[in-house]
């Protein structure tokens, strides 16, 4: 058989290509339809609030994207842990399970805008409540989104490093990629975690690098395996 048309190399430029549409789509979402109405975008309550309250249709299309990126998120899963599975596979099934646990609890998401538009939008809510309740409730709804992500962020780099640290092992991609992105994925998880008890930990500046230290470290796997596949897989240690 040749190993380029092989069923593993098939599956490792499926996830590849699946990952580069999944920050695609996420970049998309966050500036042309979710710009002011999502909190994790800007962290403030009260003016992410006011603006949910004037985007109906924003916010149901920020709720359809955010099933799509559920989607390809469990296909790009389940296919690490096809790919992974004979190099660790209680590794491999933890990590699957606490990505797809990230991914239901960022999916949430979705639940907390498609409820702002339900109460922008239905009449009863125009009866039984007044503005500033509006204002609250879109709010709360807000606060529950941006929890919710902060948890998923921190359980699915926690995978996320799992699955990096199963490619370091069997030299399936090249090691310099696969240590980059065990360090850049427990890196966000920890720093997330640590700067509720530290706050300093969440200045912009310091956001900003570790997010882009991840998102590096997931371009490359993206564009490799995209690209290239995997390297022939060699008997697991």
């Not at 639940?111 to 409540?129: D, L």
């Not at 030299?171 to 980059?180: F, K, N, T």
């Not at 706050?199 to 395996?225: C, D, E, Q, W």
Request: aromatic fraction near 8%; glycine fraction near 8%.
């Amino acid at each position: 058989m040749n190993p380029e048309s092989s069923p593993q190399m098939s599956l490792a430029r499926t996830v590849g290509w699946s990952q580069l549409a999944l920050m695609a789509l996420g970049i998309l979402t966050s500036v042309l339809v979710a710009r002011g109405i999502d909190i994790n975008l800007s962290a403030d309550v009260e003016s992410t609030a006011r603006n949910m309250l004037d985007a109906e249709l924003r916010l149901r299309a920020k709720a359809y994207l955010a099933c799509l990126g559920f989607a390809l998120t469990t296909v790009v899963n389940i296919g690490l842990f096809m790919l992974l599975r004979r190099h660790g596979q209680l590794l491999a099934a933890a990590c699957l399970t606490l990505s797809l646990t990230g991914a239901m609890l960022s999916l949430l998401g979705a639940v907390f805008a498609m409820n702002v538009a339900e109460i922008t939008s239905a009449p009863a809510y125009q009866a039984i409540t007044d503005s500033a309740q509006r204002l609250m409730l879109a709010g709360m709804q807000a606060t529950s989104d941006y929890t919710s992500f902060h948890l998923s962020l921190v359980i699915s780099c926690v995978a996320q490093g799992g699955f990096f640290f199963l490619f370091y092992r069997s030299d399936l991609i090249p090691r310099i990629i696969s240590a980059w992105g065990v360090f850049a994925s427990l890196l966000v998880s920890t720093i997330i975690v640590a700067r509720d008890f530290i706050p300093a930990l969440g200045h912009s500046s310091v956001t900003i690098s570790f997010m882009l230290g991840n998102l590096i470290a997931l371009l490359s796997l993206s564009l490799y395996l995209g690209i290239k596949g995997v390297r022939g897989d060699p008997a697991p240690l």
